[in-house]
């Protein structure tokens, strides 16, 4: 193994891969450290990758290149209660054409795929290499300390993209120790095998088109929510679940999703299906306010490990500014380089390049979604509100009718309080 490189990348998710290949590239002699076997092994995610145009300008024929599941032409919110649903629905013809505005996919093809592009421009990729401390001069980065050769891998530049937990942006004192619970959720997902012409009868499908379902209610009140995505010949279901809301539950994650898999609605789509896997990851939910310091000496952070990943409610997205942030800490360090200063002050230039990019603007513009995530009668009451219209408006029993306004108004009364709806409402505008 050799010792000494021009720039490391600590975890080869998309965002060290991104800027794996992004320093390549840039003719910059690079060392990818991921702890897993192989690039993705340990990864997991709900499934959707959201359009990423720096990408596309590394790779023009993105969508033939990379190895995509199915492109995404309808997307759903279905709101639940034990045995009803209410399901809004967007399709489009322009998601149906490239470039496509979404696409499903399986992080253990997908990672892979990425990092082997970063290692054919250049970068040379170490697995099953777990880094377990910097090498520190004064408060600038060296290198790394890895878990493989008893060894140290020396380099004036550290890109740390090891993922929400990030042990190399704690090590180099830019994140707190404790993470807030608030701003932190889990995801747990089952990967389930179901024939390719059961995917496309069931949901409706032709050729590689995708559906996309978001789920509010389905939690036992547990802040969080539910999604399915499907693949070419598996569908990709699960939970997002608040780790400090779940606390106070006394709830498991599985016991939630075991109970989410047998819901009248979720059986009848996933029946005949043959689980394949089970998997869970953290997921950083605190938005701009939660994130760490972005650079130090010798030093950047990108993707989750930055806290670069946020929730709406209608999207949760994470992997795209992974891989834009990935591609701007490379920039910047190629940068750097040339002037030969990798101080703090030289490397803030990443931050500046993030704040004209639609990653903080983004961030900064959602920073308050958390709040409105914060709302619990979103994961009990209002499901319940408006399954309960639904079944009022379309009971016809021989029973006088009301009007949509007062079985409204009675239906929001008697769930939730009129105050307490205009308070959420207020929230959930500021909010988004
Ligand atoms: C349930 C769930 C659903 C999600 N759904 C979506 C979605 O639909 N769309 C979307 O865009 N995003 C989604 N996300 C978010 C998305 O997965 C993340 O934002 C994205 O993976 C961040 O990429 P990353 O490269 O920063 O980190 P990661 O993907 O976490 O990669 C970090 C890498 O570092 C490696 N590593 C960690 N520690 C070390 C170490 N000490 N030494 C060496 N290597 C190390 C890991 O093995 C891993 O390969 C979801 C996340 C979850 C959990």
Redesign the pocket.
Known sequence: MRRSFEAVV????????AAALGLARSGVDVAL????AF????????????RMPALEAVFPDFWDRAPLERHVVRKSLCFLTGEAGFTVQFETGAFDRPPYNGYTVL?PVY?AWLAEEARRAGAACLTR????DLILEGDAVRGVR?LRDGGEIRAPVVIA????????ALKAGLRQPRLDPDGM?????ALIDLPRPAIEDRFGLVRDQGASMEFVGCTAGVRGGG?L?TNRDSVSV?L?LHIGSLRDSGRTPYDLLNAFLEHPMMAKLLRGGRLLEYS?????EGGYDAMPRLCGDGILV?????G??YATGLN???????VH??LLAAETVAEARQSGDLSARALGRYREKLEGSFVLQDLKLFRRAPRMLHIDRLYGAYPEVICELMERVYRIDGSPKRRLGRLLAGTTREKVGLRALLADALTAWRSV
């Open positions: 600590v975890g080869a998710g998309p965002a060290g891969a450290l991921e702890r897993g690039a993705g092994e340990k990864n997991m995610f709900g499934g959707l990758l959201h992080r990672d290499c777990t880094v377990d890895v993209a090891d993922g929400v937990l990030s042990l190399t959720a889990v995801g747990v997902k999604f995505y699960g997002v869970a990851h953290v997921i950083p990108a993707g989750d490990a930055a670069l990943c949760l997205e994470g992997i795209n500014l992974a942030s990935g």
